[in-house]
């Protein structure tokens, strides 16, 4: 299944397995165990959310598994099973050879940019790599036509989405502004949900010397 058919299912399944610990996997591996569901994720990077501030990223796994929810990480998917009720899939960690048995396997991985409604190739819009390519401007190749979110790809987040299409707006308008990805915010709605902006603490270190705060 895929998030659309997760929300779309009529009856909840006995157990889960999430591939991907990023923030889709997240968000549904919390409501599912939440409902009563057996929730395992499993995740191929040594840690969940990938990007997310390392601390927090560790605080938000600590809280999953304290839930219920079964955390694999540095695990690859090689394979799915299917059988009429249960599905097994197939990981490797390191060169061990491990399985779990679910009802259902949700795939939160591998989104992608979709314009296959736009007939974009018609007026010649440029793409490449499966996303709209737009200048600093969030203008394409064809003056006045303006693309932003998971279109144009990149880190698909909604905040990232909003402030790209607020640029192309404002420069649509004739202001001439380019976008700035500084310090987008992003959002994770898990509980505790964990909201940052700019550099995390590990990207702001490799720039020199850093005071950190904690506040309770
Ligand atoms: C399950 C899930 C969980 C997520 N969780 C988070 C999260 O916690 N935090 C976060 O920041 N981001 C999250 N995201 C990502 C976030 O939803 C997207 O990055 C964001 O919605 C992108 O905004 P957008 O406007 O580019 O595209 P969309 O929100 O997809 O909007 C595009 C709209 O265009 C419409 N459309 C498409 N084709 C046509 C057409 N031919 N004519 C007219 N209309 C059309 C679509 O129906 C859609 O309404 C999540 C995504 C998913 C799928």
Not at 95 to 122: C, Y
Request: glycine residues 10%; contains cysteine.
């Amino acid at each position: 299944m895929d998030s659309n058919q997760v929300l779309a299912m009529k009856a909840l399944p006995k157990s889960v397995v999430v591939i991907g610990g990023g923030v889709i996997g997240v968000e549904f591996a919390q409501f599912l165990i939440a409902m009563g569901t057996e929730v395992t994720i499993i995740e191929m990077l040594p840690g969940l959310v990938p990007g997310v501030d390392k601390e927090i990223a560790t605080l938000l796994q600590k809280q999953l598994s304290a839930t219920g929810v079964k955390v694999v990480t540095g695990a690859a998917v090689k394979g799915i099973a299917h059988k009429k009720t249960e599905n097994t899939v197939t990981y490797t960690i390191g060169n061990k050879t491990e399985t779990v048995t679910a009802e259902k396997v949700f795939l939160t991985v591998g989104r992608k940019p979709d314009f296959s409604l736009l007939s974009i190739d018609k007026v010649g819009v440029q793409h490449e790599r499966g996303a709209i390519v737009v200048n600093e401007f969030m203008e394409t190749n064809i003056p006045g036509i303006w693309a932003a979110g998971d279109v144009v790809g990149g880190i698909m987040l909604a905040h990232l989405a909003s402030a790209e299409g607020e640029c192309a707006v404002k420069n649509i308008l004739g202001h001439r502004e380019a976008m700035s990805y500084r310090a987008v915010p992003s959002c994770i709605y898990t509980t505790p949900e964990v909201a940052s902006v700019g550099l995390t603490e590990e990207k702001a270190k490799e720039q020199g010397d850093i005071q950190v705060g904690r506040f309770p």
